[in-house]
């Protein structure tokens, strides 16, 4: 399927930008349905989950700088693929490889909330809105981001307090998080598409530069989060934690607040990132033949 919604983005990418202000809400109910699987009660907070956090906040931060010395735009899209929240689906491949649920569940709360508080703050002083004063940006950034990333949390446990019977209902339709995500994929392959093919000049170095450093980033997200999480008894958690990332919410970002060519980095992590979970997973199955 991911092959099939990038090749269909790509085909399509005048077309979709018809339809390219559905992506917030595709992530918002994307959301909605990961965060009604998680109870208030269940709420537990590791204290891996902090170094995971401060990593993510901090980290982007490092690397933005480090490879500003290189290219601007470049460093846009690394600090998008540190800062980007753990993907909403990261759950399930943690489960199959043997890790908690339980724990990144938790974690892919916590980083939501963590990007709402922290994107508005990076991109009110490097991103589209950089032009205007501080606070302004700031103020307008916030009433973009935190609804979409905090009201998904607020909905589903008003669900699961008030109207039980819906909020099972939601959690009966296992398959609709996957066909949410495979027509956002598509949505957002395609509006990375018509950026670069409508870009004026362009200097495809930036482009190779973006896939290269997001290759980077990835194996060492991936690496760095087991290598913590082995301090905690669970490496196969936090390297899923860390490693991997809700790539739809990362393009869509970049390309509403950053430059939109940042957004190539995103979208080749989604490659980065499947082709690692696929080796874990062969190997995963080579061990328990």
């Known amino acids: 399927m991911l092959p099939l919604a990038m090749l269909t983005g790509a085909l399509s990418y005048r077309l979709v930008g018809y339809i390219s202000f559905l992506t917030p809400y595709l992530i918002f109910t994307m959301l909605l349905l990961t965060f009604c699987k998680l109870s208030p009660r269940e709420m537990r907070l590791h204290p891996l989950h902090k170094w995971l956090l401060l990593i993510q906040l901090v980290g982007c931060v490092v690397v933005y700088g480090l490879v500003y010395l290189y290219d601007p735009v470049v460093a846009q899209g690394a600090l998008i693929c540190v800062l ?37 703050v990076l991109f009110s002083f490097m ?15 916030c009433r973009q981001v935190g609804p979409l990333l905090i009201l998904p949390l607020v909905f589903a446990w008003s669900l699961r307090a008030f109207l039980p019977k819906l909020h099972a209902r939601i959690l009966s339709v296992h398959k609709l998080s996957f066909y949410l995500w495979a027509v956002a994929l598509t949505i957002v392959t395609g509006s990375t598409v018509r950026f670069l093919v409508e870009q004026q000049d362009p200097d495809y170095t930036v482009e190779i530069g973006l896939a290269v450093v997001s290759l980077v980033i990835c194996v060492g997200q991936f690496l760095l989060g087991r290598r913590l999480g082995k301090t905690y008894g669970d490496p196969v958690s936090s390297g899923q934690g860390l490693g991997q990332k809700n790539t739809i919410l990362a393009i869509w970002m970049a390309q509403v607040y950053l430059n939109p060519i940042a957004s190539i980095a995103p979208a080749a992590y989604v490659l980065w990132q499947n082709s690692i979970n696929s080796y874990q997973l062969w190997l995963k199955g080579r061990k328990n033949e």
């Not at 569940?105 to 922290?118: D, E, P, Q, R, S």
């Not at 991103?127 to 103020?139: K, N, T």
């Open 127 to 141: 991103g589209s809105q950089s032009e205007m004063p501080f606070f302004e940006s700031f103020l307008f950034i």
């Open 84 to 120: 980007a929240p753990t993907a909403t689906s990261a759950a399930v491949i943690t489960g199959m490889l043997g890790g908690s649920v339980a724990f990144l569940t938790n974690y892919v709360l916590l980083c939501n909330i963590g990007m709402a508080i922290m994107a508005p």
